[in-house]
């Protein structure tokens, strides 16, 4: 237990202060519950001496006062420092993980299940925000407060106390027992519970797929299986801690009603007053309430450990080492020599050696699966090279810090995200100090303003996560504006054009124009008058550069390139009869 107490209390980190200030105000509050105690005292001691007068009620009055505006003030405060410290706690982890996330190799979103890392940033978190704070604050004020009730039993009668303290050692062993049976179980349930976050969320997201082919009730097995899961996993927990809470609560009701018995049975033999006697009698109803709030912090403590266990596993993503140059280069050549690189066992990218000029434009084509968007990933290091070397302006991308590579950068990808939040916070994601002029340039700049002054609330109009309300042709369009507004000295197109509408690829060929201008420009395409204009073309086949130059020359040489401008002559020229 004081293992899993010191790894809650280190998690709580910049909060430790406030959760240290919570748990002093909950002893402050188990000392004014005394108050109560005194000013029965007061009243018992008068009625059993026939003291009539006022004063006795007065000081009762006074007693109680102190302690109801006492216990109203450190609860109030109290549950302010808990919820400060739950909240930041959890936010604070989840801007460290978001941070993590951003230095890892792309292929760990691959490897691992998205819904894994939402699960533990949303419900696991969720837990850690809600149960750290009041695991710390019940274990230390019940603690506190079972001492503080007990000395105060042993001061009326030490018979007494002792049956209280016998009670409280007894519930301790049952609780001890059910902790570890408890700390056995309680992983699964956290696994259980970010297992039907992933089932849930992937089901969601391909709900498309689930309609199209009617397989509502039928197509979602995994769902189900993890749904059952989490079921079976939290009835396990119940059905195995339920006896020891009955054995508990029956320990402490025996106690409560053999403590009554004591006193009576000691007041009517002359050994006990007929004013501690009946004081025995209400303090068997106060005592235990604290040690069950002890009880039910550490019972909650194995919860929390568990999710802090999850969170600290996820934590442990293999990170992409940082270099320490955090200035722009002077030019912004490319320099590919050498490169390997594998997902897993599988070889993507076979010793491709090959060199782009500052301020010209590479087109790269090749099959489906040839490695071409691979390579441009290589080159913005969303993975590492397993051996060879990329550099930028003669220096390798892995000696640059990773925000100063990613701000020499400005990609847009065939498959655009948007995020939940308004149009202008979209393109301005690319430049979030922005103003909303240079916004709504960019904007016209990518053929966007048509669409979005159509909009009811323009660019304050909020669009569905991934841009759900908005068509492949108009998200592709905002992905341009986001990368016309940062600016940024390289350029990476992936298919840009592929999802526009044929009625503004003109508007759209003219505002990558102007995107791409004095840029190092890497394009993977297929559009033959987006390749034949390029300084030089790369073609990728099998992880290899196969062919390189211009299109003239590769055109006047048998291979890839010529079959790929043959084929689309044909296509261009193919009508129906």
């Known amino acids: 237990m004081i293992g899993t107490f010191r790894k809650i209390w280190r998690f709580s980190g910049q909060e430790r202060g406030n959760i240290n200030k919570s748990v002093l105000v909950s002893f402050l509050n188990a000392i004014l519950r005394m108050f109560e105690v005194s000013a029965v005292y007061f009243v018992i001691l008068a009625l059993v001496g026939g003291d009539k007068s006022a004063a006795p009620a007065w000081i009762a009055l006074g007693f109680m006062l102190v302690s109801i505006a006492g216990n109203g003030i450190t609860n109030r405060f109290s549950k302010l420092q808990q919820t400060h410290a739950g909240y930041f706690m959890a936010a604070n982890e989840r801007i460290r993980l978001g941070e993590l996330l951003k230095n890892v190799q792309m292929g760990y979103f691959n490897e691992n299940s998205l819904g894994e890392v939402s699960g533990v940033c949303t419900t696991v978190l969720?837990?850690?925000?809600?149960?750290?704070?009041?695991?710390?604050?019940?274990?230390?004020?019940?603690?506190?407060?079972?001492?503080?009730?007990?000395?105060?039993?042993?001061?009326?009668?030490?018979?007494?106390?002792?049956?209280?303290?016998?009670?409280?050692?007894?519930?301790?062993?049952?609780?001890?027992?059910?902790?570890?049976?408890?700390?056995?179980?309680?992983?699964?349930?956290?696994?259980?519970?970010?297992?039907?976050?992933?089932?849930?969320?992937?089901?969601?997201?391909?709900?498309?797929?689930?309609?199209?082919?009617?397989?509502?009730?039928?197509?979602?097995?995994?769902?189900?299986?993890?749904?059952?899961?989490?079921?079976?996993?939290?009835?396990?927990?119940?059905?195995?801690?339920?006896?020891?809470?009955?054995?508990?609560?029956?320990?402490?009701?025996?106690?409560?009603?053999?403590?009554?018995?004591?006193?009576?049975?000691?007041?009517?033999?002359?050994?006990?007053?007929?004013?501690?006697?009946?004081?025995?009698?209400?303090?068997?109803?106060?005592?235990?309430?604290?040690?069950?709030?002890?009880?039910?912090?550490?019972?909650?403590?194995?919860?929390?450990?568990?999710?802090?266990?999850?969170?600290?596993?996820?934590?442990?993503?293999?990170?992409?080492?940082?270099?320490?140059?955090?200035?722009?280069?002077?030019?912004h050549d490319i320099s590919l020599e050498n490169l390997h690189f594998s997902y897993g066992e599988r070889e993507i990218i076979r010793d491709v050696s090959a060199y782009i000029p500052d301020r010209t434009t590479t087109a790269i084509i090749g099959p489906s699966g040839s490695g071409k968007t691979t390579l441009c990933n290589l080159i913005a290091r969303f993975w590492d090279v397993d051996s060879g070397s990329i550099k930028i302006g003669g220096k390798d991308i892995r000696d640059f810090t990773l925000e100063t590579l990613m701000d020499q950068m400005s990609m847009v990808f065939q498959n655009v995200y948007l995020f939940a939040d308004t149009i202008e916070n979209n393109i301005k994601f690319g430049k979030p100090d922005a103003t909303h002029q240079e916004v709504v340039a960019a904007a016209k700049k990518a053929c966007c303003d048509d669409f979005i002054e159509?909009?009811?609330?323009?660019?304050?109009?909020?669009?569905?996560?991934?841009?759900?309300?908005?068509?492949?042709?108009?998200?592709?369009?905002?992905?341009?504006?986001?990368?016309?507004?940062?600016?940024?000295?390289?350029?990476?197109?992936?298919?840009?054009?592929?999802?526009?509408?044929?009625?503004?690829?003109?508007?759209?060929?003219?505002?990558?124009?102007?995107?791409?201008?004095?840029?190092?420009?890497?394009?993977?395409?297929?559009?033959?008058?987006?390749?034949?204009?390029?300084?030089?073309?790369?073609?990728?086949?099998?992880?290899?550069?196969?062919?390189?130059?211009?299109?003239?020359?590769?055109?006047?040489?048998?291979?890839?390139?010529?079959?790929?401008?043959?084929?689309?002559?044909?296509?261009?020229?193919?009508?129906?009869?």
């Open 126 to 331: 969720g837990n850690v925000e809600t149960l750290v704070p009041m695991v710390l604050v019940n274990i230390l004020s019940g603690l506190i407060g079972t001492v503080v009730f007990t000395a105060m039993i042993i001061a009326f009668d030490w018979r007494i106390g002792l049956i209280a303290a016998a009670a409280i050692l007894l519930y301790l062993f049952v609780l001890s027992v059910m902790e570890k049976k408890f700390a056995s179980e309680a992983p699964k349930a956290q696994k259980s519970q970010t297992a039907m976050t992933a089932a849930v969320l992937e089901y969601v997201q391909g709900m498309g797929v689930v309609k199209s082919f009617n397989l509502s009730g039928k197509g979602d097995q995994k769902l189900q299986d993890a749904l059952e899961f989490n079921r079976k996993s939290n009835f396990d927990i119940e059905f195995l801690l339920t006896p020891f809470s009955i054995a508990q609560d029956l320990i402490l009701q025996i106690a409560g009603v053999g403590m009554m018995l004591s006193a009576v049975l000691l007041w009517l033999n002359g050994s006990m007053s007929v004013a501690n006697a009946l004081m025995s009698i209400v303090m068997s109803f106060l005592v235990f309430g604290q040690i069950k709030l002890f009880g039910m912090g550490i019972t909650m403590m194995r919860l929390a450990d568990a999710s802090i266990d999850r969170t600290l596993a996820t934590e442990n993503m293999d990170q992409m080492e940082s270099g320490s140059t955090d200035t722009a280069p002077e030019s």
């Open 454 to 577: 159509k909009l009811p609330d323009g660019y304050d109009t909020v669009i569905g996560e991934g841009g759900a309300s908005l068509s492949g042709g108009e998200k592709q369009r905002l992905s341009i504006a986001r990368a016309l507004l940062k600016d940024a000295p390289i350029v990476i197109l992936d298919e840009a054009t592929a999802n526009v509408d044929p009625e503004n690829e003109d508007r759209l060929q003219k505002a990558i124009e102007a995107l791409t201008r004095d840029k190092t420009i890497l394009m993977i395409a297929h559009r033959l008058k987006t390749v034949r204009h390029a300084d030089q073309i790369l073609v990728v086949d099998h992880g290899q550069i196969v062919q390189h130059g211009t299109h003239g020359e590769l055109i006047a040489q048998k291979g890839i390139y010529a079959d790929f401008v043959n084929e689309r002559q044909r296509a261009i020229s193919w009508k129906l009869n």
